[in-house]
């Protein structure tokens, strides 16, 4: 298989700290901690229930950052549940110079794909069959994104400045994708952006880019609010992306 997206560079490990306060909860499903955020009534809608499966970055769903997304696009109506595949160790609690993350991300690959399965199973049956599921991941949340897009388990799916991910999974995927990207982007680069293009377009895929000039890999994340671009694309890549989930889960 092709690689179309590498797995890591030194920007998945830096950015900014937000500021703001969380409203969501921290909750247990199917085993794995899950910050769960939801809509308030006015915003919640009838049914059937729009979900979105939050696959988060290395910092995990806990990190501030992450969970304000998840409260934004809760605040648009829709429930969100956010897996915490590193069960309590995301990358940021290792700051030491001789921390292995080749290791870390050996060991986090395969807890996150071992849990997938079991955690989505019991969201299903908490939320219920009916509902809308979207995914959206970022950097290494997105080949889980684009796994469940070659399924029937989400009507759409989003990723922003992905890792890991091969040709066959763009080949392979049936479901509605929107891609948010950084003009500098070591992971997810130029060539490797095209190349997802013409996959797209050879399999007449439904799908959406937005790209953002002036920002670099972990920009819809951990993107500095005081830099214009920066802010700019943070808060354009959240908007896209609730709203291509809108599109699909009405």
Excluded at 82 to 94: E, K, N
Excluded at 186 to 202: H, M
């Amino acid at each position: 298989m092709s690689t179309i997206a590498h797995a890591h560079c030194e920007d998945c490990f830096r950015g900014v700290k937000h500021s703001g306060d969380p409203v969501g909860k921290t909750v247990t499903i199917a085993d794995v901690p899950t910050y769960v955020s939801e809509p308030p009534s006015s915003a919640a809608g009838s049914d059937p229930k729009k979900v979105v499966l939050f696959l988060a970055d290395v910092y995990g769903p806990f990190y501030l950052n992450n969970q304000l997304i998840q409260d934004y696009f809760a605040s648009e109506g829709f429930f969100v549940v956010g897996i915490d595949y590193f069960f309590g160790d995301p990358i940021y609690l290792h700051p030491e110079a001789d921390f292995d993350r080749d290791t870390w991300f050996v060991k986090s690959r395969k807890q996150a794909t071992e849990a997938l399965p079991k955690w989505l199973e019991e969201v299903r049956k908490l939320y219920g069959s009916g509902a809308k599921y979207c995914a959206v991941g970022y950097c290494f949340g997105a080949p889980f994104v684009m796994d469940l897009g070659a399924t029937d388990d989400i009507v759409a799916g989003a990723f922003a400045h992905p890792a890991f991910l091969n040709e066959d999974q763009f080949r392979n995927l049936k479901k509605p994708l929107f891609l948010s990207c950084a003009e500098t982007d070591f992971t997810f680069p130029l060539e490797f952006r095209r190349r997802a293009e013409d996959i797209l377009v050879e399999q007449k895929a439904q799908y959406q880019f937005q790209v953002f000039s002036g920002v670099q890999h972990g920009f819809a994340v951990r993107g500095d609010p005081d830099k214009s671009d920066d802010r700019w694309a943070k808060e354009e890549s959240a908007r896209g992306i609730i709203d291509w989930f809108k599109r699909f889960s009405a």
